[in-house]
């Protein structure tokens, strides 16, 4: 028995199904920005926002650790200055092995960031 096309659009794979709907609120200047730039790409608006997600990566937000260790070398830069001061008031010999420690502890934070 021979199958004949019966015409049609052939079925979509269910990957290619758009099967969720999602709403989002904008402002009135985001609002503005969605139609203009969807009608400078010549397409439809939701395509332009499937595209911008699918073209679009995401940089995490610093993390609470992370932020704490950056407050750290705030206050490591404050006391690296102060060793700067007593250096070119006292000579470097002086202030040498502070100036060691500090940097070895640096080093150690930026080490943990990396």
């Given amino acids: 028995m021979v199958q004949f096309n019966k015409g049609g659009r052939p079925r979509?794979?269910?990957?290619?199904?758009m099967k969720y709907?999602?709403?989002?609120k904008l402002s009135t200047v985001g609002y503005y920005s969605l139609i203009g730039k969807s009608k400078e790409a010549?397409?439809?608006?939701?395509?332009f926002?499937?595209?911008s997600i699918m073209n679009t990566t995401v940089v995490q937000r610093l993390t609470?650790?992370?932020n704490a260790e950056i407050r750290k070398l705030s206050g490591m830069a404050n006391n690296l200055n102060q060793i700067a001061r007593k250096a070119n008031a006292l000579g470097y010999d002086h202030?040498?092995?502070e100036y060691l420690f500090l940097a070895c502890k640096i080093?150690?934070?930026i080490n943990k960031m990396l």
């Fill in 12 to 17: 979509k794979l269910d990957d290619e199904k």
């Fill in 21 to 24: 709907k999602v709403t989002v």
């Fill in 42 to 47: 010549g397409i439809s608006q939701s395509e």
């Fill in 49 to 51: 926002v499937r595209q």
């Fill in 64 to 66: 609470p650790e992370l």
């Fill in 95 to 97: 202030i040498r092995r």
């Fill in 107 to 109: 080093d150690r934070i």
